[in-house]
């Protein structure tokens, strides 16, 4: 497995058992927004984890296996595309990130998120990271599983609606999304309160 030498800090506070939160798919026009939560070993090393846009596709599969094998804990977990619509996509990011560490096995004492915008879990206390996903690596794993596991269904619901590229777009607003959309309308997975076309 090729790595860089770039190797992040696995937390923004040593000593804390503390969890990285990220999401994918905010900016789609289908398919769900995707959050993980993950907890790293104090100590955690992994050369070339980063921002996982920064990754090919089969770098992010590979960092996920290692995560997956070495964190103290990870969770997925999501909110659907009419729960967007509900609550508007911040809210939904947000949503998903706390349902991400509800799910987590180990009880984190603090949680830094990727962004400048979150909402209190629990009673824990949390810090927002601008490029967070690029200096810690905790949130960097976070980013990976959300970006991974959200290719995966894309990848699933693409083989009911083939005429979307959903294999290829992820469902992100490309010309051709838009086109396929405005040719054969929209499915249960669009955004309805997004501009489609």
Known sequence: MKTSGIILPPRVTPGVTEAGCD???RGCLAGPV???AVILPEGFALPGLTDSKKLSE?????????IEHEAVAWAIAMCSPAEIDEMNILQASITAMHR????LTVAPEAVAVDGNRF???REVPYSTQVKGDGRFAHIA???ILAKTERDRLMNRLHADYPQYGWDGNKGYPTAAHRAAIAA???????RMTFRLT
């Open 23 to 25: 999401e994918a798919g």
């Open 34 to 36: 995707v959050a993980a």
């Open 58 to 66: 089969a770098r992010r599969e590979e960092l996920r296996a290692v």
């Open 100 to 103: 991400a560490l509800d799910a």
């Open 119 to 121: 909402r209190q879990w």
């Open 141 to 143: 794993a976070a980013s």
């Open 184 to 190: 054969h309308g929209t499915t249960p997975h669009h």
